[in-house]
């Protein structure tokens, strides 16, 4: 048991299109970060959400953004899909109480077309 | 910009042999070490970290870790691997900060290990 959910597992989209993921932290955790793993790559954070603000940003573009809710879940909203997109994307959570290491959900594979 | 190096891609060991897999990572500050395993069909999981303190560190199923700050090396070791370690495994870093570790963790690429039994 990951602890930490995200949903959907697999999701295709078209390029031009819109893609919501979500994320339910583990439980104790209030702080969500995000990645992207591409095929054959390591992680690479996107952004980090603590108190329902964006508190920290990788090297993303704007068409990336997210939200945390009052419950400490969280979204990853892509815009404009390319097909560049086409990754892992991985939910972490930890907790902002001490030296808290990231528990990582199981992804969304998002494939776009 | 912080960046971390694996040395190798792919490596394959039969069981019983000893393990090394090679980290290094430029950056100039204090720095948290953490290596992550992800086994077939899994979430990443946490192997060991190192944060202060001993630079030897010891993590779980018989896996260490040496930091050489010198080298700005994080060397993964096990004596003696299992089948089931057959796995992908990742090591990162991040900036030592008045905040919790694990903010903007920085992966390396990867080295897939393939173990034969």
């Known amino acids: 048991d990951a602890g930490v959910t995200q949903s959907p597992t697999h999701l295709i989209k078209t390029r031009g299109q819109q893609v919501t993921l979500r994320c339910s932290p583990k439980s104790g955790h209030d702080t969500v970060s995000w990645y992207q793993q591409a095929l054959g790559q390591g992680p690479q954070f996107i952004f980090q959400y603590y108190e329902e603000e964006e508190r920290q940003r990788g090297n993303f573009p704007d068409r990336f953004s997210g939200h945390q809710f009052p419950n400490y879940s969280s979204e990853l909203n892509v815009n404009a899909l390319l097909l560049g997109d086409s990754a892992l994307y991985l939910c972490?959570?930890?907790?902002?109480?001490?030296?808290?290491?990231?528990?990582f959900g199981n992804g969304t594979r998002l494939t776009v077309t | 910009a912080q960046s971390v190096s694996q040395h190798n891609h792919h490596v394959i060991l039969s069981e019983a042999a000893s393990l090394e897999l090679g980290c290094n990572y430029s950056y100039g500050g204090t720095v948290n070490l953490f290596w992550y395993v992800q086994y077939p069909g899994q979430h990443l999981q946490l192997l060991l970290k190192?944060?202060?303190?001993?630079?030897l560190v010891k993590g779980i199923k018989g896996f260490e870790a040496e930091f050489i700050k010198s080298k700005f090396s994080f060397n993964l070791r096990k004596p003696s691997v299992q089948w089931s370690d057959t796995a992908e495994y990742f090591c990162a870093v991040n900036a030592e900060s008045s905040e919790q570790a694990g903010t903007a963790l920085i992966f390396g690429k990867g080295t897939t290990l393939s173990v034969s039994s």
């Open positions: 190192y944060f202060s303190g001993d630079p």
């Open positions: 972490a959570s930890s907790s902002r109480q001490g030296r808290s290491p990231l528990h």
